[in-house]
Nanobody, 120 residues
Framework: QVQLVESGGGSVQAGGSLRLSCAAS????????LGWFRQVEGEEREEVAI???????RYADFVKGRFTISTNSAKNMVHLQMDDLTSEDSAMYYC??????????????WGQGTQVTVSS
């Protein structure tokens, strides 16, 4: 199982920046994909950005050019640099990891979430 701890959320004015981080720990064979999702209360959780094998990235259209996802060589950290924030980016942001267990199963785990609030 992978434990995820997020940090870096907070309040910022429109046009500002925040950097989210997520640290993965626990027992696993390999982490395959790391990602960030967000959810506004009453709405469905949506994918923001993911980074997979060979550091290939994918971004939602609404963050392209503003957000950057990155990881370290050990693939046990994932960051989300968020620039030019707008009020529409306000949400709870969740880290998600897809991993392979030591017994060969594939699983995914979620962090507890970190709140991002952007005031206009």
């Amino acid at each position: 199982q992978v434990q995820l701890v997020e940090s870096g959320g907070g309040s910022v004015q429109a046009g500002g920046s925040l950097r989210l981080s997520c640290a993965a720990s626990g027992t696993y064979s390999r982490i395959n994909v790391l990602g960030w999702f967000r959810q506004v209360e009453g709405e469905e959780r949506e994918e923001v950005a993911i980074i997979g094998n060979r550091n290939i990235t994918r971004y939602a259209d609404f963050v392209k050019g503003r957000f950057t996802i990155s990881t370290n060589s050990a693939k046990n950290m994932v960051h989300l640099q968020m620039d030019d924030l707008t009020s529409e980016d306000s949400a709870m942001y969740y880290c998600k990891v897809n991993s392979k267990t030591i017994t060969g199963w594939l699983r995914h785990d979620w962090g507890q979430g970190t709140q991002v609030t952007v005031s206009s």
